[in-house]
């Protein structure tokens, strides 16, 4: 599995610079590879690239999308935000929301409640409630979990996980 950007975009200070023929040869070349991509997008115009790139048969089912909001040069963190990728991905797609900052939680929450899978970690919030710093990485994970059990959804083993993604070699 590896990230596959579909466009550019500006990214806090810098850029992402992905021309679309640089995308499109990518994107062939993992297919060819059997190397499957976590989709990132970070606006809608980047999902509409994304689904260019399944009708054109260089994205193998299932789609893995992970909607960031948050960074600067992408969409805001806000439940507006992620219920309209969220409503224009494709049947059969799997999600996650990476929410970043402040927005961390309460996106991550919705996110579970509308069927998409969380990422968690320092990479995307300090946080571990208003006002104080996580610890660890194991302090958000743990987090999520009991957010998770409270939604009474299953927490998925690597085993799981993988076949659900249908990784290369996972069969």
Not at 16 to 42: G, S
Request: charged fraction near 20%; charge should be negative.
């Amino acid at each position: 599995m590896a990230t596959l950007n579909a466009c550019s975009m500006s990214f806090g200070a810098g850029e992402f610079r992905n021309p679309p023929q640089a995308v499109r040869r990518l994107a062939a070349r993992m297919r060819e590879l059997d190397i499957k991509p976590e989709l990132e997008i970070y606006d809608t115009g980047h999902l509409e690239a994304c689904l260019r790139l399944w009708a054109e048969d260089l994205l193998a089912e299932p789609l893995q999308f992970s909607i960031v909001l948050g960074v600067r040069g992408g969409m805001a963190a806000t439940a507006d935000n992620l219920l309209t990728m969220v409503r224009r991905l494709p049947p059969g797609a799997i999600w996650q929301v990476i929410a970043i900052g402040k927005a961390n939680m309460e996106l991550t929450a919705m996110g579970l409640a509308l069927g998409g899978n969380a990422r968690v970690g320092l990479e995307d919030t300090l946080y571990l409630r208003k006002g104080e710093l996580a610890p660890s990485n194991l302090a958000l994970v743990s987090r999520t979990i009991r957010l998770a059990e409270a939604l009474d959804l299953p927490i998925a083993s690597v085993e799981e996980a993988e076949a659900a993604l249908q990784l290369p070699g996972t069969s």
